[in-house]
């Protein structure tokens, strides 16, 4: 397929992936690095799944690939490993002051049940970029919310009464692992869904 | 870049991925359905991640990547949960009757260290094609070998003797969960290692 070079040039401009809006797995990664490097948990982003259609080698054999498409995914982006525990979550940004549910395919969905199911610990991190306030809501109550079909989407007032609002700092960015911990390890928001 | 019309065509020639000499990788991708269908377990195999150049956009504002290239991985390829435990591995196929630890790299090795830390369950899993045997070599027994430095490969006689061999069958074609449940979650295979 041929592109004209007005296009091509203009895309060329616009692949500045580091600041492609990816300001909150931006911090998620630092914030995992954290975790690794502090020995605190092991969460990785796992990569865009892609389609891959052509490839190919010079004569040292390395592989090029010439076309390709981005495929969506069929689990979560993050998942990992806190103090035995498998940890399993989603991250997005919201510019509006509410979270559209049709912002998670799915896929996604059945995931994160799966995830439950299997006692696993589920949730989104769920980021309104406007007021630059990042919460973690559980899986169970994600869930919860699909179910009742009754919105569209979850109004930022649900966020703020009952989701947990992740402290943002320099290092680590986004603590998420202190929310789970006092949810599912023992702390002050321990609940009736506390794990063994 | 434009590439010479005969090389692109042998080189469309050589992508069949289906016939990559990925026989293990989708043996495991058809278990872990199987394993998903039966809610037995949740693993997937991550995407390869893949570092890239250019993408142009068309009309419709659809993303076709024109220019990327295959990075090595920097944990192993497949990960999930059993029984509320996260499970983590990596799988590879060797032709001769030894497995070259040249095969596994450093990050995989020091991800699978940390895992063990976290009180994960890691493990590899071993083909060997000319036999047509699969084991599970338990993470802990892989870095022990590493660690010792006596021998740049697990000689086939190890894996024979201290190993786990993987039952093949239509469906699943190898099941490997029956091994970690043994292992792990009490069975004919318990030692001192096993998990609470």
Redesign the interface.
Known sequence: ?K?PSK??KQ??KS?D?ANRGMSLENDLNLTNEYY?EK?I??I?K?????K??????DCQK?????????QSP??TDY??????????FEAKETKTRNFPLANINQHQIN?LR??I????IAFLIIRFSIINETYLIKGEDFIDFIDKKTRKSIPYSYFKDNCFLIKESYCPRLDYIIIIKDLYFGGNYEKNDK?N
């Not at 796992?46 to 892609?50: D, L, R, V």
């Not at 199911?117 to 696993?120: D, F, L, V």
């Open positions: 397929m592109y296009i091509k895309n060329q692949i992936f690794i020995n948990a092991v990785h796992k990569p865009t799944p892609i891959l259609v052509k490839i190919t080698f390395n592989a090029k690939i010439n076309e390709a498409y981005f069929s689990t998942n990992g490993i806190y103090q035995g525990a498998y940890l399993d995931h799966k995830i199911e299997h006692k696993g794990k």
